[in-house]
RNA sequence: GCCCGGGUGGCGGAAUUGGUAGACGCGCUGGACUCAAAAUCCAGUGAUAGCAAUGUCGUGUGGGUUCGAUUCCCACCCCGGGUACCA
């Protein structure tokens, strides 16, 4: 999860370097995570949106770049990924002039450079960047090698030397020294040749150290009209200024359409009147028309819930002291580099400020696993709503064309229509049925299709309880048995680990076992009875109230303390060791739990089927692994 | 491509983290009840051989460590999710 964030902020270093551009009094500006394989630099690529591209092209080249900068520039992203395949782009007809050797090398416009990041220009070392290769071979530019691949194979090594492959791991620097300009690296390992070169660039003044992210905001550069509104004026006289306290909150005005304004403001720009404000010297202003959509005000709803009816403040700093931090947060992996890492970022940024006690806002992360549902598709992959669909003889079929489809499993979508209403499964079995058989499909995390084959197993499971619990002739006077305790009791355990381990599933199957030896033993007492319904009460909470009202109890279970095990019912006297030959288990045999090994080594080799195991072998060694096993090695 | 997860019966899933693989549930099979069915209750249910006692095989595949491996190590295959020309 901290991988995940750690990838979407990107931090890198590297430096940035300026290249000469021939005939033009200009440098382009490009950034590199590896300064060090400069000297492997054949060419320069920049964005197709790049500022200097006009400038760059010569006159002619001027028409094909145009050309090519227009196609980019109608590509949507989507497409300009999709492409990654193969690798297009142009000549500008112009070079540039490598400061560390000065040679020529050509100026490229291709799309493979994203404005958006770094410079928008690179430094090309097809020799050891895959899409630079890639991109060097489709359009026959010279490939130097500058690092030996030393331990790779002799082939490899071969075919890398003649600038026939690509290497972008570690290597012995080649071809990598100029004495005029007083650099030289052959012989060094990366880590001193990165610092070797930054340091030689900055004494020359031709670039520097820099740290880059590849960090893209997703929440407020997409502006939506829902979303709470700036309480910030712009003025005519330039002055920007925020609503009084007592102006506050600011509503969202009423408009007529939703859409972006008509240079891509936020829909916000749209309010008319709303927008334009005069204050008592009729100074006109503007309002602020950003909002913070989606989850922007949800980043901190858990310090507004420490203090829900304050009036005065967001929420106090007792309350914030008494709460904080949140102990669970339970969400999907989907959240991580959005609600999550905003959340930490909004919470790092007021513990700056002094305005909340914790660095960190959530003690304990937990990602639940998604519920998929079944979804389909056509032959080319196009999906199909799930209301479209028809099933005949265990095939798919589209109502709307006819057309064959097959089934898959996708998360549960309102595009995809395939969402399932539980409320089916509250009618036919009821709310605790429902809650019950969501904790008893599988462990939390785990994503899984949405299937309801087995709630009626847990149906079935409440309605034993009921029939059990409710029938007066099953509860006996007096002391209950030594075996029902046992059970309850690891009961009243398993389930108290399984919850604090949020291992759900296996808490309601103890229940289960426990039911199960109700309905052998036939009867139990009172006690144990309502203990029982104290454990069940958080699993299914309708089914036990009621039963506990049914035993005469008018106060709410739900306030009860939560049962304690009693670990003296618990210990055992005997344990039934399995007794393995060679690791494999043959028979058991049940001796007292605290029997010395001596004893238990005597006790197994004279029991009668260990004859049979040892017959015509020498027993090598035994090995007595208490209250565990027993493992006699034979030869 | 890269980064995370994960492969256990017909199915969903257990297994105290190296010590009895398959708890619990669904499904299925048989029995009881019923004129009958449903519901319910009881019993059985990994595969295979056997009337049985019992044997052999078995946690994606192949190897390794170990007295003992679903669990640890190495290599590979497959599935799911995230991300993607980030220089």
Same mark, same amino acid.
């Given at each position: 999860?901290?991988?995940?964030?750690?990838?979407?902020?990107?931090?890198?270093?590297?430096?940035?370097?300026?290249?000469?551009?021939?005939?033009?009094?200009?440098?382009?500006?490009?950034?590199?995570?590896?300064?060090?394989?400069?000297?492997?630099?054949?060419?320069?690529?920049?964005?197709?949106?790049?500022?200097?591209?006009?400038?760059?092209?010569?006159?002619?080249?001027?028409?094909?770049?145009?050309?090519?900068?227009?196609?980019?520039?109608?590509?949507?992203?989507?497409?300009?990924?999709?492409?990654?395949?193969?690798?297009?782009?142009?000549?500008?007809?112009?070079?540039?002039?490598?400061?560390?050797?000065?040679?020529?090398?050509?100026?490229?416009?291709?799309?493979?450079?994203?404005?958006?990041?770094?410079?928008?220009?690179?430094?090309?070392?097809?020799?050891?960047?895959?899409?630079?290769?890639?991109?060097?071979?489709?359009?026959?530019?010279?490939?130097?090698?500058?690092?030996?691949?030393?331990?790779?194979?002799?082939?490899? #090594?071969?075919?890398?030397?003649?600038?026939?492959?690509?290497?972008?791991?570690?290597?012995?620097?080649?071809?990598?020294?100029?004495?005029?300009?007083?650099?030289?690296?052959?012989?060094?390992?990366?880590?001193?040749?990165?610092?070797?070169?930054?340091?030689?660039?900055?004494?020359?003044?031709?670039?520097?150290?820099?740290?880059?992210?590849?960090?893209?905001?997703?929440?407020?550069?997409?502006?939506?009209?829902?979303?709470?509104?700036?309480?910030?004026?712009?003025?005519?006289?330039?002055?920007?200024?925020?609503?009084?306290?007592?102006?506050?909150?600011?509503?969202?005005?009423?408009?007529?359409?939703?859409?972006?304004?008509?240079?891509?403001?936020?829909?916000?720009?749209?309010?008319?009147?709303?927008?334009?404000?005069?204050?008592?010297?009729?100074?006109?202003?503007?309002?602020?028309?950003?909002?913070?959509?989606?989850?922007?005000?949800?980043?901190?709803?858990? /310090?507004?819930?420490?203090?829900?009816?304050?009036?005065?403040?967001?929420?106090?700093?007792?309350?914030?002291?008494?709460?904080?931090?949140?102990?669970?947060?339970?969400?999907?992996?989907?959240?991580?580099?959005?609600?999550? /890492?905003?959340? #930490?970022?909004?919470?790092?940024?007021?513990?700056?400020?002094?305005?909340?006690?914790?660095?960190?806002?959530?003690?304990?992360?937990?990602?639940?696993?998604?519920?998929?549902?079944?979804?389909?598709?056509?032959?080319?992959?196009?999906?199909?709503?799930?209301?479209?669909?028809?099933?005949?003889?265990?095939?798919?079929?589209?109502?709307?064309?006819?057309?064959?489809?097959?089934?898959?499993?996708?998360?549960?979508?309102?595009?995809?229509?395939?969402?399932?209403?539980?409320?089916?499964?509250?009618?036919?079995?009821?709310?605790?049925?429902?809650?019950?058989?969501?904790?008893?499909?599988?462990?939390?995390?785990?994503?899984?299709?949405?299937?309801?084959?087995?709630?009626?197993?847990?149906?079935?499971?409440? #309605?034993?309880?009921?029939?059990?619990?409710?029938?007066?002739?099953?509860?006996?006077?007096?002391?209950?048995?030594?075996?029902?305790?046992?059970?309850?009791?690891?009961?009243?355990?398993?389930?108290?680990?399984?919850?604090?381990?949020?291992?759900?599933?296996?808490?309601?199957?103890?229940?289960?076992?426990?039911?199960?030896?109700?309905?052998?033993?036939?009867?139990?007492?009172?006690?144990?009875?309502?203990?029982?319904?104290?454990?069940?009460?958080?699993?299914?909470?309708?089914?036990?109230?009621?039963?506990?009202?049914?035993?005469?109890?008018?106060?709410?279970?739900?306030?009860?303390?939560?049962?304690?095990?009693?670990?003296?019912?618990?210990?055992?006297?005997?344990?039934?060791?399995?007794?393995?030959?060679?690791?494999?288990?043959?028979?058991?045999?049940? /001796?007292?739990?605290?029997?010395?090994?001596?004893?238990?080594?005597?006790?197994?080799?004279?029991?009668?089927?260990?004859?049979?195991?040892?017959?015509?072998?020498?027993?090598?060694?035994?090995?007595?692994?208490?209250?565990?096993?027993?493992?006699?090695?034979?030869?």
């Amino acid at each position: 999860m901290k991988d995940m964030q750690r990838n979407w902020i990107g931090r890198s270093t590297g430096a940035e370097v300026d290249f000469k551009i021939d005939g033009l009094d200009k440098n382009l500006r490009v950034y590199t995570t590896r300064p060090d394989t400069l000297f492997g630099a054949t060419y320069m690529v920049v964005a197709p949106e790049h500022e200097l591209v006009n400038e760059i092209t010569t006159p002619e080249q001027f028409d094909a770049v145009k050309a090519y900068v227009l196609g980019a520039a109608l590509k949507s992203d989507l497409d300009r990924t999709d492409l990654a395949k193969g690798k297009s782009g142009v000549f500008t007809g112009r070079y540039a002039i490598n400061p560390i050797n000065g040679t020529k090398i050509q100026i490229w416009v291709a799309d493979y450079v994203l404005m958006g990041y770094g410079t928008g220009a690179i430094m090309a070392v097809p020799a050891h960047d895959t899409r630079d290769f890639e991109f060097a071979q489709t359009f026959n530019i010279p490939i130097i090698c500058i690092l030996d691949p030393k331990n790779a194979p002799e082939e490899m #090594r071969n075919k890398v030397l003649k600038g026939e492959a690509c290497w972008t791991e570690d290597g012995a620097y080649i071809n990598s020294s100029n004495i005029e300009v007083g650099i030289e690296i052959n012989g060094l390992s990366k880590e001193a040749g990165i610092a070797t070169v930054t340091s030689w660039l900055e004494a020359n003044n031709l670039g520097k150290a820099t740290i880059n992210y590849k960090l893209r905001d997703w929440l407020f550069s997409r502006q939506r009209y829902w979303g709470e509104p700036f309480p910030v004026i712009h003025w005519e006289d330039g002055e920007v200024s925020v609503l009084e306290d007592s102006e506050l909150p600011l509503p969202l005005p009423e408009v007529e359409k939703y859409m972006p304004g008509e240079t891509g403001e936020s829909p916000l720009s749209n309010a008319g009147d709303w927008l334009i404000v005069t204050d008592k010297n009729g100074r006109k202003g503007r309002r602020e028309t950003n909002t913070m959509p989606q989850w922007a005000g949800s980043c901190w709803y858990y /310090l507004r819930f420490t203090d829900p009816t304050n009036n005065e403040e967001p929420f106090s700093k007792i309350a914030e002291n008494y709460w904080m931090p949140v102990d669970l947060y339970v969400g999907g992996a989907e959240h991580a580099v959005l609600h999550l /890492l905003y959340s #930490r970022f909004w919470h790092k940024v007021l513990f700056d400020l002094g305005i909340v006690s914790t660095n960190e806002p959530f003690q304990k992360l937990f990602n639940q696993g998604m519920i998929l549902a079944f979804a389909y598709e056509t032959a080319s992959g196009s999906k199909v709503p799930s209301d479209q669909v028809e099933e005949r003889e265990g095939k798919y079929f589209s109502t709307v064309t006819g057309e064959e489809l097959h089934q898959i499993v996708a998360k549960m979508s309102k595009s995809l229509k395939n969402v399932v209403n539980p409320d089916d499964v509250v009618t036919n079995y009821g709310a605790d049925s429902l809650r019950l058989f969501e904790m008893f499909i599988g462990p939390l995390d785990a994503t899984k299709p949405w299937t309801e084959n087995g709630v009626k197993g847990v149906y079935n499971f409440l #309605r034993r309880v009921v029939a059990f619990f409710g029938e007066k002739g099953n509860i006996a006077e007096g002391e209950e048995s030594k075996e029902t305790l046992k059970i309850l009791h690891q009961t009243i355990r398993k389930v108290s680990d399984d919850v604090r381990d949020m291992k759900f599933n296996t808490a309601v199957s103890q229940m289960m076992v426990f039911t199960n030896h109700c309905y052998k033993a036939g009867k139990v007492n009172h006690q144990t009875a309502v203990t029982f319904f104290q454990v069940l009460a958080p699993f299914a909470p309708h089914v036990a109230e009621e039963l506990w009202e049914l035993y005469g109890n008018t106060s709410v279970l739900s306030f009860h303390p939560w049962p304690v095990f009693n670990e003296a019912y618990l210990t055992e006297n005997t344990f039934e060791y399995p007794v393995s030959f060679n690791g494999k288990v043959r028979f058991k045999i049940e /001796l007292p739990v605290d029997m010395p090994t001596t004893e238990i080594e005597k006790a197994v080799l004279t029991h009668d089927h260990t004859d049979k195991w040892i017959e015509g072998k020498s027993i090598a060694k035994i090995i007595i692994v208490t209250n565990k096993i027993v493992n006699v090695v034979v030869k």
